[in-house]
C-alpha cells in the first residue's frame, strides 16, 4: 500500500461540519423540556442550551456551556458512543427521524471557542493554599485537575508515561483523534494555572503522597490485560490489542507500521474492533474478528460493530480460541465451537482452523493491583459516595473505580466530581 493511502486510512473518521450544517442542524432540536438528552450525557452537558446558543450564533457561548460541564467537551464529542448516549435518548427518534446529532455540534462549538480565544475561559478561584496530587494524567485525572484548579487549589500531577492524555493520546482509535487533538486538549486545559505535570513519573505507593499533599485523587485506569491461559502466548506474531494500538497512535507514519496478512482479533468490546478496523486499514488482506458468544453478547456498540463489517472485517461468533499453533512465529489458531446447551454456556468438541500471522489479544484490560494499599473488589478501587478510597483523604475516579461504563466521557465526570468532594474534604478539615 502507498504511503499516502495508508495514512490517508486515518483520516477524521467524521467530517466536521460547517458553519452552515451546524446551523441547520441546529434548527431540528425541539428543546424539550425536562430534556432526556441531557439525563443520557454522563456530564449531564445543557444540551438544548447549547444548541439554542448556536442557532443564535453565539457559538463561543455554546462551547463555554459544554465545557463548564465536561473540560474534555471536544475529545468527547469525537469519542463518546452517541448512539446509546445522548443521541439515543433524543426524542426525534420516536418519530422515527434521525436524532439531532449532537456530537458534531459540540465539537463545532468547542473547536470554535478553543480556536478563536484569546484567553482560557474560566477563572481560578482565589488560591487556597491547598496542594492535591494525582496520580495518571488521563481523563479522569485530567479533569479532576481543572476543576481543583477552577476552586483555587494547587495541582501536581504524576503520570507514568512521557506524554499526557492517558488513553486519549495511546488508546483512541487514530481516526477519532486525528491532528494531535488529546496533545492540543492537554495544552487547553492546563492554561488555566495552577496544574504541574511530571511525566515519566510512575508512582508506587500511592497512598503515601498523602504524607506530603492535602488530599490525592487516583486516576491510574486499567494497566493490566487479560490473558487467554492458552499455550503459546507469548509466541512471535501474538501481541495485546492496546500494545498494537498504541505503537499505531505513536507512529505518525503508519506505513511503517508491522501488521500481519492474516490477523485475528480475539474479543468483543470496542478495542477489539478499534483494532480490527485499524489492523485492515493498515493493509492486513484477511482481518478475523471471533468471539466466543453471539452478537447481542458483544460489548461493543451496534454502530462499531457495522463500522468493523464495512471495513471488510469477518466476525466470527459462538467460537472459543484453544489452540496457538506456530514453532517460532504464529502459523494458525484453532478454535471450538461453543453455543447454550440447557440453558448454559458450553465449548463442544467441534473445531476449526484459521490461519494467521498475527493475532492481537483485545479481551479486557484490569486494575493493577500490586502496590495499592487500598480496598479493592472485582478488580476495582472501591470509594464510598464521595469518590474516597478506604484511605482517608485519597480518592479515585475514572475505569480504576466502577461508576458507569469504562468511558472517556464517565471519567471526566468523574474526575469534576471528586474534586467537589475533595473540595467538601478540605472545607471540612479545617
Ligand atoms: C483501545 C481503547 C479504545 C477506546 N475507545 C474509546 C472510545 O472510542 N470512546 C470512549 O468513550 N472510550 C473509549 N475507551 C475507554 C477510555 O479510553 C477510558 O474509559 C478512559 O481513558 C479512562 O480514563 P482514565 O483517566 O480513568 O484512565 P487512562 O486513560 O487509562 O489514564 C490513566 C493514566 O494513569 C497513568 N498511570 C497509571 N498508573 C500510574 C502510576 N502508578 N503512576 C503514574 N501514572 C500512572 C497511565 O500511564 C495513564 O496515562 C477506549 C479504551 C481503549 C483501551
Ligand atoms: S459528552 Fe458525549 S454523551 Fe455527553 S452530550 Fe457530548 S457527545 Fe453526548
Redo the contacts with the bound molecule.
Keep these: 500500500m502507498a504511503q499516502d493511502s495508508c495514512n490517508n486510512n486515518f483520516n477524521d473518521i467524521h467530517k466536521p461540519f460547517n458553519l452552515q450544517q451546524t446551523i441547520a442542524e441546529s434548527g431540528r432540536c425541539l428543546y424539550c423540556y425536562d430534556a432526556p438528552c441531557i439525563q443520557a450525557c454522563p456530564t449531564s452537558i445543557d444540551i438544548p442550551t447549547f444548541i439554542h446558543q448556536i442557532r443564535s450564533h453565539n457559538t463561543k457561548g455554546a462551547g463555554k456551556t459544554i465545557l463548564s460541564e465536561n473540560i474534555m467537551g471536544g475529545t468527547?464529542a469525537r469519542?463518546?458512543?452517541t448512539e446509546v448516549l445522548c443521541e439515543e435518548a433524543c426524542v426525534l427518534n420516536t418519530s422515527m427521524e434521525q436524532p439531532v446529532k449532537i456530537g458534531l455540534l459540540q465539537r463545532h462549538a468547542v473547536d470554535t471557542l478553543i480556536k478563536n480565544s484569546n484567553s482560557h475561559p474560566f477563572q481560578r478561584k482565589a488560591t487556597t493554599g491547598k496542594i492535591i496530587a494525582i496520580?495518571?494524567?488521563?481523563?479522569?485525572?485530567?479533569?479532576c485537575a481543572h476543576r481543583l484548579s477552577m476552586l483555587g487549589h494547587n495541582v501536581n500531577i504524576?503520570?507514568?508515561?512521557p506524554k499526557?492524555?492517558?488513553?486519549?493520546?495511546?488508546?483512541?482509535?487514530a481516526y477519532?483523534m486525528v491532528d494531535q487533538q488529546a496533545q492540543n486538549e492537554v495544552a487547553f486545559l492546563l492554561e488555566i494555572g495552577g496544574i504541574t505535570i511530571k511525566n515519566n513519573?510512575?508512582?508506587?505507593s500511592?497512598s503515601d503522597l498523602k504524607q506530603n499533599y492535602d488530599a490525592v485523587f487516583t486516576?491510574?485506569?486499567?494497566?493490566k490485560t487479560y490473558t487467554l491461559g492458552i499455550d503459546n502466548e507469548d509466541i512471535n506474531g501474538v501481541q495485546d490489542?492496546?500494545d498494537f494500538?498504541e505503537t499505531l497512535r505513536q507512529t505518525e507514519d503508519k506505513k511503517g507500521i508491522p501488521v500481519g496478512n492474516d490477523v485475528i482479533v480475539i474479543g468483543a468490546g470496542?478495542?477489539a474492533i478499534?483494532?480490527a478496523v485499524q489492523a485492515k486499514r493498515l493493509g492486513a488482506t484477511n482481518v478475523t474478528l471471533v468471539y466466543r458468544r453471539g452478537e447481542k453478547h458483544m460489548s461493543a456498540t451496534s454502530y462499531?460493530i457495522n463500522l468493523a463489517r464495512e471495513n471488510d472485517v469477518v466476525i466470527k461468533l459462538w467460537s472459543a480460541p484453544v489452540k496457538i499453533k506456530g514453532k517460532k512465529k504464529v502459523k494458525s489458531m484453532t478454535f471450538a465451537k461453543t453455543g447454550i446447551v440447557d440453558g448454559g454456556y458450553k465449548i463442544t468438541e467441534e473445531t476449526y482452523k484459521i490461519k494467521a500471522d498475527m493475532v492481537l489479544k483485545?479481551i479486557g484490560?484490569k486494575l493493577?493491583t500490586t502496590?495499592l494499599t487500598m480496598t479493592t473488589e472485582k478488580g476495582k478501587i472501591v470509594v464510598n459516595n464521595g469518590y474516597q478510597t478506604s484511605v482517608a483523604g485519597v480518592f479515585a475516579?475514572?475505569?480504576?473505580i466502577k461508576s458507569g461504563?469504562?468511558?472517556?466521557?464517565?471519567?471526566?465526570e468523574?474526575?469534576k466530581q471528586a474534586a467537589h468532594a475533595i473540595n467538601t474534604f478540605l472545607e471540612e478539615e479545617v
Excluded: F, R, W
Design positions: 468527547c469519542v463518546c458512543p496520580v495518571g494524567a488521563g481523563p479522569a485525572g485530567l479533569s504524576y503520570e507514568a508515561k499526557s492524555g492517558g488513553l486519549n493520546e495511546y488508546g483512541l482509535a477519532k513519573h510512575y508512582i508506587e500511592i486516576g491510574i485506569g486499567l494497566g490489542a492496546v494500538i470496542n478495542t478499534d483494532a462499531e483485545a484490560q493493577d502496590h475516579g475514572g475505569d480504576a461504563e469504562d468511558l472517556t466521557v464517565q471519567a471526566v468523574d474526575g
